[in-house]
């Protein structure tokens, strides 16, 4: 059905276009040596964050459908809230209901999963993000479920550990292996069941790569994982403590894969007949993994052995791709997105990022649906990322997006476009200090060309970021700040001035932009960021 929107009265929009900036991982911090924003030489967004037109967004926590004001926001729910103008339940929220209520062990797969380990006597593996960062996964719905198998009788489970390292601590990765085997070897204990860790590695390095960047990532998780072809030890704390020592500067998401073994025999490789289930509940670092499993005619690597398991995520990763085919939570329904509206209105737009987040301003911000909305409205353009750690090239790809938008604006036929810049993400997990207070720099200096072209073209510019980063330097995590909502209008004159609300969160920018394009707001959209002077 197409959406239409009603013309805004008393207000005439600028002749020239709209520009959303997302300048990813840029927060609002303590002002203090330890915010890499801050200490940044940033001449254009001191500007802009000083001006009548700005003012802070939540964009942590239950402002972005997130299960409590503690949980840290990313890019995903983010992306969710700006595109859809109304927060949904999200990932970990919409999951831990789920194991609440039970509800996730009474779905056809999970019992299909069970079933086809314990009528052969085969092992049930999980796969996923070791860690309680929230942002991919939570070791606490792990063990919910592991808990649940030993009460259903399944005799043998593996798990293969993905150190985090970046929603979490840097070296956290023995805290959460010393939780993980007192819960096996409690159940070992009580039960005389077979639950071990089996294999490992760094998120970076091992399985959670995207959007198809680097699928050595994901042949190297396979090996581990599947084939027990990796470095061996006797134990995951082993492991992490060999590479510790080895080289006193690594970092969990870093970390070498490793397998676990017993007499030089990997103790948990995935074989025929066994049960697999991804755990993470975010989507972007889990699609390729699960094409692995799931593609009959898979050509990213070589598998060498491809075993006939039931494969499940936690959540479908893809919606229209329908990526895996088998998932355990579906996924929050997203429609009547803000550019399925301007689509009904028939408005010309772009969306561009380098791969880091294309599917950010793509996927995600179109509410978890892959491809256009209106392909003969829309112009979708990705910028390929550098395929190396981001601290030795903390510029990544902006300048070339913005030469990519400065080209775009200046041919005249889009009305709406937006764009992220990675850096101050990328950039910011990396906790290297000097090339964070580098990438900002060269985001601000990229916003201010923009500005530029904007104000040549008599158009609005409306600057903001998804969450927090690079605004606490020495850690790898997003952060919970507020990020800013600045409004650049060479035009303005005072026809509409920031809005007097109680709470102001990323959902609350969708309203804003169709006010600025000179449409009244959708009637269940959160607020608009403005109100017009009568």
């Known amino acids: 059905m197409e959406l239409k929107l009603k013309k805004l009265e008393g207000f005439t929009p600028r002749k020239g276009p709209l520009l959303l900036v997302i300048m990813d991982g840029i927060g609002i911090g303590k002002h203090d040596s330890n915010d890499g924003v801050f200490e940044a030489k940033t001449p254009c967004l001191d500007g802009l964050f000083n ?28 992306h969710n809230a700006l595109g859809a103008g109304r927060v949904f339940a999200q990932g970990a929220k919409l999951v831990n209901l789920s194991i609440e209520e039970g509800s996730i062990f009474s779905t056809e797969v999970w019992k299909e999963l069970v079933k086809r380990v314990k009528s052969a006597g085969r092992t049930f593996h999980f796969i996923g993000l070791h860690s309680d960062g929230n942002v991919h996964s939570n070791v606490s719905q792990l063990y919910a479920m592991v808990k649940e198998l ?21 070296r956290s990765a023995l805290t959460y292996i010393d939780r993980t085997e007192k819960v096996l070897s409690d159940i070992n204990s009580e039960k005389g069941y077979d639950y071990r860790i089996a294999s490992g590695g760094g998120r970076m390095v091992t399985t959670m790569d995207r959007y198809n960047a680097d699928w050595s990532v994901v042949e190297r998780g396979w090996k581990a994982h ?13 492991a992490v403590e060999t590479f510790y020592e080895e080289d006193p500067s690594m970092t969990d998401q870093y970390m070498e894969p490793f397998v676990v073994a017993a007499d030089g025999d990997p103790v948990g490789t995935i074989e025929d007949g066994d049960s697999v289930v991804f755990f993470n509940f975010r989507g972007d670092r889990a699609i390729e993994i699960s094409r692995a499993f799931d593609e009959a005619d898979f050509s990213e690597f070589d598998r060498k052995r491809v075993p006939d398991v039931l494969y499940a995520g936690m959540m479908e990763y893809d919606g229209d791709l329908h990526i895996p085919s088998h998932f355990l939570v579906n996924p929050p329904e997203i429609g009547r997105t803000v550019c399925e509206y301007l689509c009904g209105e028939k408005l010309k737009m772009f969306a561009i990022s ?63 476009g937006r764009l992220n810049f990675a850096n101050g993400d990328m950039v910011g997990h990396t906790a290297v200090k000097t090339a964070v207070i580098e990438a900002v720099e060269t985001v601000d200096s990229c916003v201010e060309r923009l500005l530029e072209k904007v ?80």
């Not at 599947?226 to 082993?238: C, H, P, T, Y």
């Not at 491809?371 to 395929?387: F, H, N, R, V």
């Open 150 to 170: 030993a009460r259903e009788g399944v005799e043998k489970v593996r798990v293969h550990i993905l150190l985090d390292g970046r929603d979490v601590g840097e």
């Open 354 to 416: 380098e791969t880091q987040k294309f599917g950010h301003v793509t996927y995600f911000w179109n509410g978890n649906k892959s491809g256009y909305i209106c392909p003969e409205l829309e112009d979708y353009i990705e910028i390929p990322s550098d395929k190396i750690q981001f601290d030795r090239a903390p510029g990544m790809k902006a300048p070339e997006i913005t030469e990519k938008v400065i080209d775009l604006l200046g041919s005249g036929g889009y009305r709406f």
């Open 51 to 78: 001006s009548e037109l700005f003012t802070t967004l939540q964009a942590h926590g239950t402002a972005v459908g997130l299960p409590t004001d503690e949980d840290m926001g990313n890019s995903e729910v983010g």
């Open 455 to 534: 104000k040549e073209l008599g158009g609005i510019a409306v600057i903001t970021a998804d969450h927090g980063n690079s605004d606490e330097l020495g850690i790898t995590a997003h952060t919970l700040n507020p990020v800013p909502f600045a409004i650049y209008d060479p035009g303005y004159k005072g026809e509409y001035r920031m809005a007097d609300l109680e709470k102001r969160g990323l959902s609350n920018v969708a309203g804003t932009l169709l006010n600025l394009l000179g449409y009244e707001n959708v009637a269940d959209y959160d607020p608009s960021l403005i109100e017009f002077v009568k």
């Open 226 to 238: 599947v084939l027990g072809e990796a470095r061996q030890f006797s134990s995951a704390r082993e």
